[in-house]
């Protein structure tokens, strides 16, 4: 069963029309007519797939403008809440309805002022949903539809009681309909209590990661990982990459680092206020800095176009947060580079993985300095003929041919590419940087589950993109230092 956009009413075509769709996506296309039937859903979907639309165009034929809030939806974070809302918006803007983001971090004194508009659609936060519920400012006696978006990031995040909370508060006689990038037991728990004979959407395991992105690995020992990362970005240049550290701690040291290697970074973490998130959100979207460092949760429902590389400095705790991490690239057809640093401690952990996404992480080595000096020599010769074919130097005519009179052409033109060429004293910085180790991951079932071997895919190769890395062996004893975070859930919790 498939459905296509000239089935839609006008106001929602229209809609659609001015966002740009030319065709539905896969999940769209088959989520919609069971959405569209009042059939509860669950649907296996990555971010970047456009599963917004596809829950929010039913809904949004079906309500009323009754002045009621009829829709609900649940979402991980405050990031995805605002992007979800913003979307609804969107394709809303032609139909009499109302959306209303509600989430944590902002003053709920203004949420229940906006709430007297009497919105339909409200997208929340499990957390302040609560609040309110507590306060009896939203009250969901006139549900008829809920959604719960990134279910498996809400469950990770500790949210399992307050889903159940808040879905006891709603009609029984309700369409509920769960996306999720990863099916677990706690998901089918709630889909066994909480649904009505769902409909399954799924996306198999060989296609749970983007096609369009090329994975790699570099072994690489924990005090070498700061070099690596920044000759990799030196050497591909990235338009817009993405770093992920495993804890706070790590972000705001490598954010640091970063900075004072010259790169323009900036860092995202539960730690920070509204604000200060919006801010660097803003920047980054802006491409006033080219470098995000997230920690998991800080990066949940962020949607960024453009987003070329991502690095995941420190390996995921498990395969589910590997393709969240990676689905932050090679979205709407674009293609992808993910590069994970692996201690040789983590190898297995790698494999597990690997098992999981049904897909071979190519391992890659790490560059050598002669490869740097060439890739960065190449590099540099290209911005030097782009700058050449562009023109608008002929202000320093003067200084070029005073400098070519006394010194000849070859020279004074050595001389000054000489200035440019950072990247060997960034080199030397990087090596002088010392960032508190993170322990490694073990991986508790080396096996795998239930040992079973599998056949995946080997991740494809670059066609001689700019993004080509590489990998070698350090014989040298791996050393960690760290403590683990028992309070990781409730953390998770406050930073939404």
């Known amino acids: 069963m498939s459905f296509t956009i000239e089935e839609l009413s006008a106001p929602l075509k229209r809609a659609i029309d001015d966002m740009g769709f030319e065709s539905l996506t896969p999940i769209q296309e088959q989520a919609i007519p069971i959405g569209l039937s009042g059939q509860d859903l669950i649907g ?4 970047g797939t456009g599963k917004t639309t596809a829950f929010a165009v039913p809904f949004l034929e079906r309500i009323t403008d009754d002045d009621t809030i009829q829709v609900l939806i649940l979402t991980p974070t405050r990031e995805l809440c605002i992007q979800v809302e913003k979307e609804i918006y969107k394709l809303s803007r032609y139909l009499p309805l109302h959306s209303l983001a509600i989430y944590g971090g902002q003053d709920i004194n203004r949420q229940i002022a906006s709430l007297k508009n ?14 309110h519920l507590r306060r009896r400012t939203i009250r969901l006696s006139a549900i008829k539809v809920v959604i719960l978006d990134e279910a498996d990031e809400m469950l990770n995040m500790g949210f399992v009681e307050d889903i159940e909370d808040i879905l006891k508060n709603c009609p029984e006689e309700r369409q509920t309909m769960m996306f ?30 983007v096609p369009a992105i090329d994975q790699e690995a570099f072994i690489v020992y924990e005090d070498k990982k700061l070099l690596l990362l920044s000759r990799l970005l030196d050497m591909m240049q990235p338009d817009l990459a993405m770093i992920f550290g495993r804890t706070k701690r790590r972000v705001d040291e490598l954010t640091r680092a970063l900075q004072q290697l010259g790169f323009r970074a900036d860092g995202l973490h539960g730690d920070l206020s509204q604000y200060q998130r919006d801010q660097v959100m803003r920047k980054f979207r802006e491409k006033r800095i080219d470098i995000l460092v997230a ?15 991502v ?3 420190d390996l995921p705790q498990d395969a589910d947060s590997y393709v969240h991490r990676i689905g932050r690239t090679g979205r709407a057809g674009n293609d992808g580079l993910a590069m994970s640093f692996v201690t040789p401690r983590e190898k297995d952990h790698l494999a597990y993985i690997e098992r999981t996404i049904k897909q071979t992480i190519a391992r890659s080595p790490i560059p050598s300095d002669k490869d740097t000096r060439q890739v960065r020599r ?27 009179d006394m010194y000849g052409a070859e020279e004074a033109l050595m001389a000054t590419l000489s200035l440019i060429t950072d990247g060997e004293e960034r080199d030397t910085a990087a090596k002088r940087i010392n960032l508190t180790a993170e322990k490694p991951i073990y991986n508790k079932n080396k096996s795998g589950k239930g040992g079973k071997n599998y056949s995946g895919n080997r991740s494809k190769g670059h066609h001689g993109r700019k993004t080509r890395s590489y990998y070698g062996k350090d014989k040298r004893k791996d050393s960690y230092k760290g ?4 309070r990781k859930q409730a953390a998770r919790r406050k930073s939404s």
């Open 180 to 209: 999720s990038a990863t099916m677990r037991p706690e998901i089918k728990h709630i889909a066994e209590t909480y649904m009505k004979d769902p409909a399954m959407v799924t996306i198999s395991r060989e296609t749970l990661t």
């Open 44 to 47: 296996q979907a990555q971010t």
């Open 378 to 404: 190449a590099n540099l010769y290209q911005e030097v003929v782009e700058a050449l074919e562009a023109g608008g130097s002929q202000h320093l005519s003067g200084v070029a041919q005073d400098l070519i």
């Open 311 to 313: 690095f995941n400095f």
């Open 295 to 309: 920690t998991d949760v800080a990066a949940r429902g962020l949607d960024v176009q453009g987003v070329t590389h």
């Open 483 to 486: 403590k683990n975070d028992k």
């Open 118 to 131: 009497r919105p339909q659609i409200i997208v929340a936060t499990p957390g302040r949903l609560k609040d």
